[in-house]
Nanobody, 134 residues
């Protein structure tokens, strides 16, 4: 069973940086799409929205709102997913969740062509809070 646990959330001022980590202490899914979602005051209808995703081959994708500021990466040997967040803005304030799917990111893109949806992901961590003050 996949068991995800996020860490690294904090309160920072605008312009600051944070690195989030997500450790999978359970069964490793070597081929699944791994992603960071967020849910907070700035997300549409307060729903979980995709922030960034990384596929089994290392290819990445980002929401337009974070392109150029956030970087997703993973360490397969340590079963850990990362999200480096720079130039943080107050609108980045949210609970951040890591998630793993049983499909690849490219499968979703080819078959649906829409941003990754939270309800399509099978495994979730408990979240870590990021608060950015102006």
């Amino acid at each position: 069973q996949v068991q995800l646990r996020e860490s690294g959330g904090d309160s920072v001022q605008a312009g600051g940086s944070l690195t989030l980590s997500c450790v999978n202490s359970g069964t490793k899914l070597s081929s699944g799409c791994m992603a960071w979602f967020r849910q907070g005051p700035s997300t549409r209808n307060h729903r979980r929205e995709i922030v960034a995703a990384i596929d089994s081959d290392g290819s990445t994708s980002y929401a337009d709102s974070v392109k150029g500021r956030f970087t997703i990466s993973k360490d397969n040997a340590k079963n850990t997913l990362f999200l480096q967040m720079n130039s943080l803005k107050p609108e980045d304030t949210a609970m951040y969740y890591c998630a793993v799917a049983q499909f690849t990111c490219v499968y979703w893109n080819v078959n649906y062509g829409t941003p990754l949806r939270a309800d399509a992901f099978n495994y979730w961590g408990q979240g870590t809070q990021v608060t950015v003050s102006s």
